[in-house]
C-alpha cells in the first residue's frame, strides 16, 4: 500500500496551487497540480520516498520498459539522440575521462557513447534491478541505485558528462539531485537533461501523459529556473528538434556566478492555458461518442 506526502514547489515553496488532474497513464491516480505562483506541476499529495523507491526497483520496467533488455541498441551511436544534439551544437567533450548516466536503464546511452570515446570511464545510477545486471555484464560501475543517495560524496569534479534523459521529472526533490551533479561536474564539465515538455504536450493527456511517476512538470521557465537553483546554467537550451518534436533538453555548465530565478505567474497562466485547452480537446471525441451512442440506444 502506497504512503503519500503534500510538498510545496520546489521552485517558489508556494502553496498556493491550481488542480490540474487527477487521471494518469495506467488509470493509476494522481494529483496534478499548477503553482499559481511561477507556473511549476508536480504532484501532490504524492507518494512518499520509499513508495517510490519500491516501485521503480520492482515494478518499473513492467510497466514502461517490458522489453528493454531485449531492444537495447548499441549499433548506431550516429542515430543516438544525445549524442546527435551535442555534435549539431559543437559541444561534445574532446575527451571524457569520466561519463555519468543518472536512470540509466539497460546502458544505452552509455554503451554507444563508448563507441566514440572507448577510454571513457562509464558509470550508472539505476534503481532496476533486471537493468544493474545488464550495465555489469557490460562493465559500467553501478555507483547507486538511488540519486537521493550520497553518490556524491568525494566525487567532486569527477565527471566530464553526466545524462539525465527523462529522469528529472522523476525526482522528488530535483534541485538537490542537481546539487549534487554540480558539485560532481569538472570544471570544463557538460550536463545533458532532456524532459518532457509541458508547453507542447501529446494527445491524450489523462492516458499517456500525466504519469505517477512523474512528480514533476517542466516547461522552459521552470527548467531553467530550477537549474539557476543549483548552480548550473544553461548553455543550449530548445523545445523540440527533428528527433523529438514534444521533448525539451539543454545542455548545461557549472556556473562560475549565481544565478537568479525568475518568478512570474505569467508562467502560470501560460500552462494552465496549455493544460486545459488540452484536456477540453481530449474529450471532445468521447463526448461525441457518448452522445452518439445514446443517440443510437434512444432510437433502439
Known amino acids: 500500500m502506497h504512503k503519500f506526502e503534500e510538498v510545496e514547489c520546489a521552485i517558489c515553496k508556494s502553496q498556493n496551487h491550481f488542480e490540474v488532474s487527477k487521471k494518469g497513464q495506467h488509470n493509476i ?21 520509499d513508495s517510490y523507491f519500491n516501485f521503480y526497483s520492482k515494478e518499473y520496467d513492467s510497466y514502461y520498459r517490458p522489453s528493454l533488455i531485449a531492444e537495447i541498441n548499441t549499433a548506431n551511436p550516429e542515430n543516438n539522440a544525445i549524442i546527435r544534439r551535442f555534435q549539431k551544437n559543437n559541444v561534445l567533450p574532446e575527451s571524457p575521462s569520466a561519463i555519468l548516466d543518472i536512470g ?8 554507444n557513447i563508448q563507441k566514440i570515446f572507448p577510454n571513457a570511464n562509464l558509470f550508472a545510477i539505476e534503481p532496476s534491478q533486471e537493468s544493474q545486471q545488464n550495465l555489469i555484464k557490460n562493465n559500467i560501475e553501478v555507483i547507486s541505485s538511488d540519486a537521493n543517495s550520497d553518490w556524491d560524496k568525494g566525487k567532486e569534479g569527477k565527471y566530464s558528462l553526466i545524462i539525465l534523459r527523462h529522469v528529472l521529472e522523476h525526482f522528488l526533490n530535483p534541485a538537490e539531485v542537481l546539487r549534487k551533479i554540480q558539485a560532481s561536474l569538472s570544471d570544463d564539465g557538460f550536463l545533458y537533461i532532456a524532459v518532457p515538455n509541458n508547453l507542447r504536450p501529446t494527445k491524450n493527456l489523462e492516458t499517456k501523459w500525466f504519469r505517477v511517476v512523474h512528480t514533476y512538470y517542466f516547461n522552459k521557465y521552470s527548467l531553467k ?19 523529438n518534436n514534444h521533448e525539451l533538453f539543454t545542455i548545461a555548465k557549472r556556473s562560475e556566478k549565481p544565478l537568479e530565478t525568475k518568478i512570474s505567474s505569467s508562467h502560470f497562466e501560460e500552462q494552465k492555458k496549455v493544460f486545459i485547452d488540452g484536456l477540453q480537446n481530449d474529450r471532445k471525441p468521447i463526448q461525441r461518442l457518448k452522445s452518439n451512442l445514446l443517440n443510437a440506444l434512444g432510437k433502439s
Not at 29 to 49: E, H, M, Q
Request: charged share 20%; net charge negative.
Open 225 to 243: 529556473n530550477t537549474l539557476h537553483k543549483s548552480g548550473l546554467e544553461a548553455i543550449i537550451m530548445q523545445e523540440g528538434d527533428e528527433l
Open 104 to 111: 540509466s536503464g539497460a546502458g544505452e546511452n552509455l554503451l
Open 29 to 49: 491516480p494522481i494529483n496534478l497540480v499548477l503553482c499559481k505562483d511561477c507556473g511549476l506541476g508536480y504532484l501532490s499529495p504524492r507518494w512518499n520516498a
